[in-house]
C-alpha cells in the first residue's frame, strides 16, 4: 500500500520506502563501531559484547529490506528481512539482563536476587519464549496444517508476545526493588544513578516496541488470507509504513545510541569482585559473590526460597565477614563519581 492504497504484489501490502533502509542501515552500521570501540575501550565484552552483534543484525536486516523496496513480491527477501529485523531487540533486552547482573554484583548486600541468576533466570525464562515462538511459526507457516493446528500455532505465537511483556515488567519490578533498597539504605551514588537510568529508559523503548509487535501481530493472526481479503479493509497499523518507522526503527535506533552515549561500562567496575563498600563512597576488591547450590536449582529457585525457609541465606555474606570489607580503605579501587577513568 503506498499512502494506505494496496499495491499490487506487495507482500509488504505497501510499496516499501526506498531510502529509509539506507538511513538505518547507515546508523545501526555507525552504532555498532562505537559499541566495538567501546568494548575494547573498557575491556567489556563478557558484559556487553552482545552490543556489537544485536547491531549487526539491524544493518543485514534494513540491507534486505532495502533489497526488497526493490523486488516486493520476493518471499525469501521478505522473509529474511523480518526475522533479522524481529531477532535484534531481544539481543538489546538480553544485554539489559547482563548490566542489571553487574549492577547488583556491585551493590550485593541490596541486591533481592543473587546477581547471577538474572541472566539463568531471565535468559531461561526467554528462552521459553523463543520455544514457543518457533514451534508457533513452524505451525502457521506449514499452510498443509488442518486450520486448527495452524490456530494453535497462533496462539503460540500470542503467548510468547505476552509472555515477553511480562518478562520485561518483572525485569523492571526486580530494578525497582533493588533502586528502592539502596536509597533507604542511603547508599546510592551518582554511577549507580545514571546507569539504573539508562536501563529504565533502554526497557522503557524495548517494551513500547514489543507492545506495538503485540497489536500488528494480534491484528494479523486475526486475518484468513484462503479468502478473498480486501486490503483496503486492513487496520491501519498494517496498511501505513510509519507505524513500522516510528515503533521499530526509531525506537530501536534511538535504544542502540542510547548505550553508545551512557555505555554502563562508564560507570561500573568491569571486575564483578569489585563491589561498593557499605559506606556508599569506596570500591573494594572482594572474593565475589557465590552460591555453592547446584545449577539446576538455581534457575528453578533464583530467590532461595527454599533457604529461606529452612533459615539458610541464599549466599555467603562476604561484605560482612570481608576484612577489607570491614575495614574500609585498605584496598581500595575508585571513587564513584570517576565515571571516565572506567576500564582503563
Given at each position: 500500500m503506498e499512502n494506505g492504497q494496496y499495491v499490487d504484489g506487495s507482500l509488504w501490502f505497501y510499496a516499501p520506502n526506498k531510502a529509509a533502509p539506507v538511513v538505518w542501515a547507515f546508523l545501526f552500521s555507525v552504532s555498532m563501531g562505537i559499541h566495538i570501540y567501546q568494548c575494547i575501550h573498557y575491556k567489556c565484552w563478557k558484559v556487553t559484547g552482545i552490543l556489537p552483534w544485536a547491531a549487526l543484525l539491524f544493518v543485514v536486516g534494513y540491507i534486505l529490506r532495502e533489497i526488497g523496496a526493490f523486488n516486493f513480491d520476493n518471499i525469501n527477501i521478505f522473509i529474511s528481512s523480518l526475522v533479522f529485523i524481529y531477532a535484534a531487540p531481544p539481543l538489546y533486552e538480553l544485554a539489559n539482563y547482563f548490566?542489571?547482573?553487574r549492577i547488583l554484583y556491585y551493590v550485593p548486600y541490596h541486591s533481592p536476587i543473587h546477581p547471577g541468576r538474572v541472566l539463568t533466570t531471565f535468559g531461561g525464562l526467554s528462552v521459553v519464549v523463543e520455544a514457543l515462538n518457533g514451534n508457533g511459526a513452524a505451525y502457521v507457516a506449514n499452510t498443509s496444517l488442518p486450520q486448527s493446528k495452524q490456530d494453535v500455532g497462533k496462539s503460540l505465537l500470542k503467548a510468547a508476545l505476552v509472555l515477553q511483556l511480562v518478562i520485561l515488567c518483572l525485569f523492571i519490578a526486580l530494578a525497582v526493588v533493588f533502586q528502592r533498597k539502596c536509597v533507604r539504605a542511603g547508599i546510592f551514588p551518582r554511577n549507580l544513578k545514571l546507569v539504573l537510568l539508562t536501563l529504565y529508559i533502554s526497557s522503557a523503548l524495548i517494551g513500547v516496541r514489543t507492545i506495538y509487535r503485540t497489536v500488528e501481530y494480534f491484528t494479523t493472526s486475526q486475518l484468513n488470507f484462503h479468502e478473498n481479503l480486501d486490503p483496503n479493509g486492513l487496520s491501519a497499523i498494517l496498511r501505513y509504513e510509519w507505524f513500522f518507522w516510528i515503533f521499530e526503527a526509531v525506537l530501536m535506533v534511538l535504544n542502540s545510541f542510547l548505550?553508545?552515549?551512557?555505555?554502563?561500562?562508564?560507570?561500573?567496575?568491569?571486575?564483578?569482585?569489585i563491589y561498593l563498600a557499605e559506606d556508599g563512597h569506596t570500591e573494594i576488591?572482594?572474593?565475589?559473590y557465590?552460591?555453592?547450590r547446584n545449577i539446576i536449582v538455581t534457575i528453578f529457585d533464583p530467590f532461595d526460597l527454599i533457604g529461606l525457609a529452612s533459615g539458610r541465606n541464599k549466599g555467603d555474606k562476604f561484605w560482612e565477614t570481608h576484612e577489607e570489607g570491614r575495614t574500609v580503605g585498605l584496598e581500595t579501587v575508585k571513587k564513584d563519581g570517576d565515571v571516565e577513568s572506567r576500564g582503563d
Open positions: 548490566i542489571l547482573s548505550l553508545n552515549a551512557r555505555h554502563p561500562m562508564r560507570f561500573l567496575p568491569r571486575d564483578n569482585a576488591k572482594g572474593p565475589g557465590q552460591d555453592k
